[in-house]
């Protein structure tokens, strides 16, 4: 179970195709120097709700483990609009930690999985496998990443010392739970 919770962290990186779109990242010149994905994504106020429910869910431990990881990460305004366009879900998951822990799984794969490897994926319409067991699809529309069609990523490569994180702009939902 830490296993998958650590994979939850891990996000799809990006390239210099999204920088226009990127979210402002903690500096990090290198993932030596820059710290576990729970530090980087603590450093950064745009994950706040992601940083609060993966201590709800008791995934900081293993999130900060060895790695390495790819995380997709949903900011703040993603859980947001989750919040407001689908409130049960959100409250379920929320509330039940076993939910909790299912969905921030399905946002992180095993090993580092940088932009471009994302991409090389996506120009050939492929998946990737999640801690949680289930895949995520890879699409590009025009020059950007999408995730299971509408989750885009916004900020690409974000250096951390276990792994890799990739800001997304909505709340990727596994298919067994929707």
Do not use: W
Not at 44 to 57: E, G, M, P
Not at 84 to 107: E, G, M, N, Q, R
Not at 160 to 167: A, P, Y
Request: proline share 6%; charged share 10%.
């Amino acid at each position: 179970m830490k296993a998958r919770i650590a994979v939850l962290f891990a996000v799809v990186a990006g390239t210099s195709v999204f920088a226009a779109t990127a979210l402002a990242a903690p500096a990090a010149p290198s993932a030596a120097s820059a710290g576990n994905c729970v530090v980087v994504a603590s450093s950064n106020k745009n994950f706040s709700t992601l940083v609060s429910l993966v201590k709800q869910a008791g995934l900081v431990k293993t999130l900060s483990g060895k790695g390495p990881f790819t995380i997709m990460a949903p900011t703040n305004a993603a859980f947001a609009k989750l919040k407001a366009t689908a409130p049960d879900t959100f409250k379920a998951v929320t509330t039940d930690k076993a939910l909790l822990t299912k969905v921030l799984t399905y946002h992180v794969i095993p090993g580092k999985v940088p932009a471009t490897a994302a991409i090389a994926v996506a120009k050939k319409n492929g998946s990737v496998k999640t801690v949680q067991g289930e895949k995520i699809a890879l699409s590009l529309k025009g020059a950007s990443l999408f995730l299971n069609v509408n989750a885009k990523v916004i900020a690409p490569n974000v250096a951390c010392s276990n792994g890799i994180i990739h800001g997304i702009n909505n709340v990727l939902v596994p298919p067994s739970v929707s």
